[in-house]
């Protein structure tokens, strides 16, 4: 399975809390006592978990344990591609709407010219359509959040009903964004109802009226997945899980008393449905690529946490059942899951405590049980690891080269999902201007900065995508290091140098430079940079800024010139928040104020469509996009080293009943935990089979 095991390191603090830590001895004399401690993997976490319920959970090490608990119905493989978990196959297929307009053809004839052109093997999107049909008149009910009157604060919940006449029915093989362009180009666009207020039932209050309007689907893409769930699977108490544990876990989601961070992923959902035990059907509404990977999430018990089992919880602890939530509830101390360990024991800011689940549906781990030991300093966290009390851990920069050398050890080393860069504010000047922005590019010398400020523990990263996924622009070269042509950019951009400094209409070319204190390396960064810009005139003000001032006094108010900043990011090409340039308001991500109209119609094509290569495509026109207009001067994503012990291998039995052990191997994305449920520590290096 997919683990992935974070160890977050922060500083380290006094060697004075080193004896307290050490609660199990050292390796070698457990061997010699037990063979308990070859059977036990222990990790250490910089925090403790902060609830063990992955659609409340917010934090790394809330994650990590839940992660060994609870199964998703779908994960990635080696190669990033999607595979089966509980789910053992799915299949994604569209269903559109459209209302035809009033006076116009009549949605049977409409449909009938549809099916013609269908039936004629024309153009592909005419072939992807499996099925054509006019829907009769219906009425749908939802409500919508209204802003409550006369100065109070808070919504109300306002319910709308629409009228929908006689629509087309469209059933795609694939999702097609592009569908209702292809339909205006074959029935013309004056075929289509543009106007929606004429479906909208009356009687709501004027201030609502504009939203209730937004809330009827004149054309209406509804993407549709069904998951066919994997039989006999069973949660940690013997339960065989099922579709109504998908259905239960979807509504404990969008439920508004459980304050779940997971809304915004499940709220393009329209409807999920169970037609029988073991298939569910997802059906959205509106297009909304990344959606399908939300499905990843751990599966909640139904039976242990539905209104019943709460109520009942609720009275036994002598709770209001109607206030009760689950939120409240024990199951985020103690859970229950799929997974391929089972929760033992949780001794708050010590230890929480797994054992392997004999009836994992996949097999059960070789390790009989997963500990997670709290230890917050760095220093300590390396000793354990060096001492055999803890099995794993993740190197500084500058340790990793002496550490590689130690026999010892096994090293791995991958590429960090996100990278580090400079942030310009293109609201002032200069910013505005793409050659200054490529100018201070040039005259960073990066490679140095990786090279002796990290190490050599990075990389180059040229645009906004995760380097090690496929929408991530290969061809996209960085800036070369370049001060005399920097300055030739700034010339034409209307900057001469006076004095050996760069000015226009008598000012200078100068401002502050921001980031955090307490980051060291981003320091040192601001220092170099400082001096690279100095010498082609250009002045920069370092400024180091506590973080939450650094967020809520600059970022969120966009009241900084340049910042040194980073993004963590998952393999999803979904960039809107980052990159659109409706997200350029205080507070939103997109802070730098970036703007450019094909980049905008290209993060909606990425998030729009679901055909792999298609969307690859999408994203390495916007790569490029971005890579010219230089937003950010991207400065390196750095590399992660973990180390283990050489005595844990891949346990795997031979065809002669034999075991045999291979190394273990990272995946491309440097991920080395994919195979953990086969591991197994030895009392000595093994022989191996690769």
């Known amino acids: 399975m997919v683990k992935r095991l974070l160890l977050l390191v922060p500083l380290a603090v ?97 449909g009938e010219r549809i099916e013609r052109a269908r039936a004629a093997g024309g153009p592909d999107w005419a072939r992807n359509i499996t099925r054509v049909e006019v829907v009769p008149p219906a009425e749908e009910k939802d409500s919508i959040a209204v802003p409550k009157g006369g100065g109070q604060r808070g919504f109300d919940q306002v319910p709308i009903a629409i009228a929908y006449p006689e629509r087309v029915k469209i059933t795609l093989k694939e999702v097609d964004q592009d569908l209702f362009d292809h339909l205006k180009a074959l029935l013309g666009a004056d075929a289509f109802a543009t106007d929606p207020s004429p479906y909208l039932k009356g009687g709501l209050p004027a201030p609502a009226r504009p939203q209730a309007l937004g809330e009827v689907q004149l ?85 242990l946490l539905n209104a019943q089992a709460l109520a009942e919880e609720a009275r036994r602890l002598k709770r209001d059942p ?70 794993s851990y993740t190197a500084g920069v500058h340790q990793v080269e002496r550490l590689r050398k130690d026999p010892r050890f096994q090293v791995f080393s991958g590429l960090a999902f996100g990278y580090t860069y400079i942030g310009y504010n293109l609201r002032r000047p200069p910013f505005g201007d793409a050659r200054v922005r490529r100018a201070l590019t040039m005259a960073i010398h990066t490679r140095q900065i990786q090279e002796f400020l990290l190490y050599g523990e990075a990389e180059d990263i040229t645009g906004p995508f995760v380097k090690q996924s496929d929408h991530y622009n290969k061809d996209v070269q960085p800036l070369p290091y370049d001060p005399q042509g920097a300055e030739r950019l700034l010339h034409e ?22 980031t955090n204190h307490g980051n060291e390396v981003r320091k040192a960064i601001a220092v170099a940079v400082q001096d690279a ?46 990159w659109h340039s409706s997200q350029t308001g205080p507070g939103q991500l997109n802070f730098v104020g970036y703007q450019n109209p094909e980049a905008d119609r290209l993060i909606i094509k990425i998030r729009q469509e679901y055909d792999h290569k298609k969307q690859v495509a999408y994203a390495h026109q916007l790569h490029r996009i971005i890579h010219a207009d230089q937003p950010y001067t991207f400065l390196y ?3 992660v080293t973990g180390l283990l012990d050489r005595k844990i291998a891949i346990f795997e039995p031979g065809p002669d009943g034999k075991p045999r052990y291979q190394k273990i191997a990272a995946t491309k994305t440097g991920n080395y935990t994919f195979h953990f449920n086969k591991w197994l520590k030895l009392p000595a290096v093994p022989q191996f089979e690769n």
Do not use: C
């Open 322 to 391: 109607s206030k009760f939530t689950l939120r409240d509830s024990g199951f985020n101390r103690s859970p229950t899951g799929t997974g391929p360990f089972r929760f033992q024991e949780w001794r708050s800011d010590e230890v929480i405590r797994l054992v392997r689940f004999e009836k994992y549906w996949e097999g059960p781990p070789q390790y009989q049980e997963y500990i997670s030991r709290i230890i917050p300093d760095a220093l300590t966290q390396e000793v354990a690891f060096y001492s055999g009390t803890v099995d």
């Open 637 to 639: 994503v750095g590399k």
């Open 493 to 514: 951009a209307g900057w001469r140098k006076v004095n050996g400094a760069m000015q226009k209409d008598g000012k200078p070319l100068q401002f502050t430079l921001l």
């Open 14 to 110: 006094s060697l004075l809390l080193l004896q307290s830590y050490f609660w199990v001895p050292t390796f070698t004399d457990q061997v010699k006592g037990s063979e308990a401690r070859l059977r036990q993997y222990i990790n250490a976490s910089t925090g403790d978990a902060q609830i063990l319920n992955p659609v409340l959970l917010t934090d790394a090490a809330s994650g990590d344990i839940a992660s060994m608990v609870f199964d998703g119905l779908i994960d990635r493989d080696e190669n990033l591609n999607y595979r089966g978990r509980l789910a053992t196959s799915w299949e994604i297929f569209e269903e559109a709407y459209f209302v035809p307009r009033p006076g116009g053809p009549a949605a049977q004839a409409l």
């Open 533 to 578: 810009w100095k010498k082609i005139g250009v002045e920069a003000k370092v400024d180091l800024v506590e973080w939450a001032v650094f967020i809520q006094k600059y970022i969120n108010t966009l009241n900084y010139d340049a910042v040194i900043l980073g993004w963590r990011m998952g393999l999803d090409p979904d960039l809107y928040q980052i």
């Open 219 to 303: 054309t209406e893409h509804n993407p549709v997945i069904v998951f066919q769930l994997r039989k006999g699977v069973l949660f940690h108490d013997g339960h065989e899980f099922d579709s109504g544990d998908v259905r239960f876990t979807y509504d404990a989601i969008m439920n508004p008393d459980n304050l779940s961070p997971r809304t915004s992923d499940y709220e393009p959902v329209k409807r999920v449905e169970t037609p029988d035990r073991y298939t569910v059907r997802v059906t959205y509404k509106r297009l909304y690529s990344p959606a399908f990977g939300t499905w990843g999430m751990g599966m909640l018990p139904e039976h």
